[in-house]
């Protein structure tokens, strides 16, 4: 992050700015009044969102969002197809995603904290067919995911349930509850995904514990163990084919980040929380994630059968463990936490669909009357979209091709995300240019944030994406586990790209879209000014010790 002395009004803090320098977890900043009082133009046309978010919430959700099935069941399955070493790598070269796309998503939406966020940005500073693609791709795909999330949803009750359970009621309970958050205030939605995500945060402290004991020699059926799960079985089971599969498996159990900055563009404070989260959310993802993937691959072998498509819970690894080590009651213990994940996984994938697609219609990509938002600053014309299609991909469940039709969306998604990734990286450079053509002084902004050794982040960003679509097209055409290519499998591992590229050149073929000129790009719609709430709470925050910073990142109240 690049950082200016304070100057003007502001010299008091000038005896802060070298320790601020010398911390690498900080909230970095530059100084200077000329942009800092600039006024937020925001369009009113079709209503307005209200900022519900306080940073303290922003701050745990950013703790535990994003966390879902992919991650307590899907690591499971990409150990079976990957091996320890594949999986390892795989899991760690995408948790480096996580670092940069939020350094290039957050310079932008710190200085344009709008709800629809990078689909916006791709609209005003490169193409609208861009837009059009890839923000109809990511609603389908997080739409999607709610139907993923429902059927798992309906395993972790069968925990419980012995079988008896019927799946139609599992599946109504699922969308009940998920659904009718969202005819309250947004307010409920952001306590919802706070306490969820304290669920999440203390079920990964438990499992992480719990993981260490257990290597450890813990539990009655317990033995120490020494990486015998390395050694005696392959740890690059499938070469390239079982790193492909592993990636992409890490790709949908990571996320893609995009409801962070969703989530920072209704912030009341965007400096803030955004640049906080920013921080705080890779080494989150980095240490809980990496941490469960190491623990998994020295608990559990890779050619167990539970990971090879097991039904119920043991299908998670975690739970897995557990029962191998004889202990007892956590396996419920850890079945109720997850089932609140998946809960609030799906929350989020209903909360950032409706804002893409109420973006998408305040843009004019898609009929303008889905752009409405109420009083209470809900999208309600999305949301009823988002949840009827939700709702209708759920009980596609109980089809006989039911699971068929779910593997296909989930491809759509996890190429959604790496795809978006690309053009998040692409973005940020065009953003870049549009400020230099225009010679724009947003980075002498008093406290202007901009990306730490621009433009390392989106450079990282593309190269590791263009890896991921390797992957993608790899395991379509010699898939892990040596299959043999089907047209069915290539159609499945590369719908979502074929969906984005075809709705991005249908689109810009049939309305004529035109290249944004850098010189007349949009740089004031949405442009957010610093309000003297946020300032004080900036300068309070700066004044701050460094030991007093650092808790920032990791309290919990």
């Known amino acids: 992050m690049v950082e200016k002395s304070p ?5 008091s803090m000038s005896k802060d700015s070298g320790e601020k320098g010398d911390v690498a977890y900080d909230i970095h900043q530059m100084r200077s009044m000329s942009i800092g009082d600039m ?12 900022r519900s978010f306080t940073p303290h919430q922003v701050h745990i959700i950013s ?5 879902g099935s992919g991650l307590f069941i899907g690591t499971g399955a990409a150990l079976a197809a990957a091996g320890p070493g594949n999986m390892v790598i795989a899991y760690l070269l995408v948790c480096s995603c996580v670092w ?5 998503l957050s310079e932008m939406t710190i200085a344009f904290p709008t709800s629809g966020n990078y689909i916006d940005y791709a609209d005003r500073w490169v193409d609208p067919a861009l837009a059009f693609g890839a923000g109809l791709a990511e609603w389908i795909g997080w739409t999607s995911i709610v139907a993923a999330e429902a059927s798992f949803f309906h395993i972790l009750i069968q925990f419980w349930a012995n079988g008896d359970f019927p799946k139609a009621a599992s599946l109504t309970i699922f969308v009940v509850v998920t659904c009718v958050i969202f005819t309250m205030p947004n307010t409920v939605f952001a306590w919802f995904e706070y306490c969820t995500s304290l669920i999440k945060i203390v079920l990964f402290i438990l499992i992480i514990l719990l993981s260490l004991a257990i290597v450890c020699g813990a539990g009655p059926k317990g033995y120490v163990h020494h990486g015998e799960t390395w050694t005696d079985y392959p740890a690059f089971k499938n070469g390239f084919s079982g790193f492909a599969r592993a990636a992409l498996l890490a790709t949908w159990a990571v996320g893609d980040q995009i409801f962070i900055g969703i989530m920072g563009g209704e912030a009341q404070n965007p400096r803030f929380s955004m640049g906080h989260a920013t921080k705080l959310v890779p080494y989150r993802v980095i240490f809980v994630y990496m941490a469960c993937v190491v623990f998994i691959t020295l608990l559990i072998p890779s050619n167990n059968e539970s990971l090879l498509g097991g039904s119920g819970i043991t299908a998670s690894p975690f739970v897995l463990a557990i029962q191998l080590a004889g202990i007892p009651v956590v396996s419920s213990i850890l079945n109720a936490g997850i089932m609140c994940g998946i809960l609030a996984i799906s929350a989020e994938s209903i909360y950032l669909s409706s804002r893409i697609l109420r973006t998408m219609s305040s843009q004019k990509l898609i009929p303008q009357w889905i752009a409405q938002v109420d009083r209470q600053g809900r999208p309600l014309r999305s949301l009823m979209i988002t949840c009827l299609t939700a709702v209708v991909l759920t009980y596609i469940n109980m089809s006989a091709g039911g699971i068929v039709a779910l593997n296909w969306f989930v491809s759509i998604t996890s190429a959604s995300f ?10 940020s450079w065009r953003f870049h240019k549009v400020l230099t053509a225009q010679n724009d002084t947003l980075f002498d902004g008093l406290y202007a ?3 730490t050794m621009w433009p390392l982040a989106p450079v990282w960003l593309m190269t590791i994406s263009t890896l991921l679509l390797i992957c993608c097209i790899y395991e379509g055409v010699k898939p892990a586990g040596g299959t043999g290519t089907t047209a069915e499998n ?17 689109y810009k073929l049939i309305m004529r879209t035109q290249w944004r000129d850098p010189k007349t790009a949009d740089l004031t719609t949405g442009r957010r000014k610093l309000t003297p709430e946020d300032i004080e709470q900036l300068d309070e925050y700066y004044r701050m010790p460094g030991w007093r910073r650092f808790l920032t990142y990791i309290k919990l109240w």
């Open 63 to 67: 703790l535990g969002s994003n966390i």
């Open 100 to 104: 940069a796309v939020l350094q290039t």
């Open 39 to 50: 006024v937020e133009m925001v369009d009113t046309t079709h209503g307005q969102f209200h």
């Open 449 to 451: 944030w901009k990306s």
């Open 7 to 11: 100057t003007g009004s502001n010299a």
């Open 418 to 427: 790496f795809t978006n990734w690309m053009i998040v990286a692409f973005t």
């Open 490 to 506: 290539f159609f499945q591992y590369t719908i979502g790209i074929i969906l984005i590229f075809s709705l991005t050149a249908g």
